[in-house]
T-cell receptor, first 113, second 113 residues
């Protein structure tokens, strides 16, 4: 039973355009959400997060949107750059989970020059 | 200011052997988490440790797997009598405090032959 779902295994975007990565969750107890970026043969790198008390968080080219009623979040990257090509993981946690993150399966983003 | 150090990066074991994976957290970090990533899957939480204590091992298989984080030295994830299904990437992460924004190491890729 997957609690965090990333339904698109891959996404291809032209350089300079917007990349939108989606994530759905089922557990209404989740109150903190994170996006990680992962290059091959490396560990995941923290990108951006959002608390459930917000519906948007922005950091440079990266914006995360949270729709609690739909149990859906998305990561927007604009403008996309070839260096953004990586696997992006959505993760969620709940207060009291003591740091146990539930990860989605990831979406592989390819940004073409 | 080294990040989370994991070794070895690659480990090959024959079925029935023992695998020992090491993780040195970032300086000052006393919280360590182990995750496993099977091929084509997201990261799955295994265990959360603080110095000399296992806080949450709910994601760890009941048999053959153990973890420790001694007062001195790295955290160790130990897999006894490895089987082919143990082949995966094992990631360690550390944090100053629980949960949020912890830092991952580059992982150990275990191959059981």
């Amino acid at each position: 039973d997957q609690q965090v779902k990333q339904n698109s295994p891959s996404l291809s975007v032209q350089e300079g355009r917007i990349s939108i990565l989606n994530c759905d969750y089922t557990n209404s107890m989740f109150d903190y959400f994170l996006w990680y970026k992962k290059y091959p043969a490396e560990g995941p790198t923290f990108l951006i997060s959002i608390s459930s008390i917000k519906d948007k968080n922005e950091d440079g080219r990266f914006t995360v949107f949270l729709n609690k009623s739909a149990k859906h979040l998305s990561l927007h990257i604009v403008p996309s750059q070839p260096g953004d090509s990586a696997v992006y993981f959505c993760a969620a946690s709940s207060t009291g989970s003591q740091g146990n993150l539930i990860f989605g399966k990831g979406t592989k983003l390819s940004v073409k020059p | 200011n080294a990040g989370v150090m994991q070794n070895p990066r690659h480990l090959v074991r024959r079925r029935g052997q023992e695998a020992r994976l090491r993780c040195s957290p970032m300086k000052g970090h006393s919280h360590v988490y182990w995750y496993r990533q099977l091929p084509e899957e997201g990261l799955k939480f295994m265990v959360y440790l603080q110095k000399e204590n296992i806080i949450d091992e709910s994601g760890m298989p009941k048999e053959r797997f153990s973890a420790e984080f001694p007062k001195e030295g790295p955290s160790i994830l130990r897999i006894q009598q490895v089987v082919r299904g143990d082949s995966a990437a094992y990631f360690c992460a550390s944090s100053l405090d629980t949960a949020l924004g912890y830092t991952f190491g580059s992982g150990t890729r275990l191959t059981v032959v």
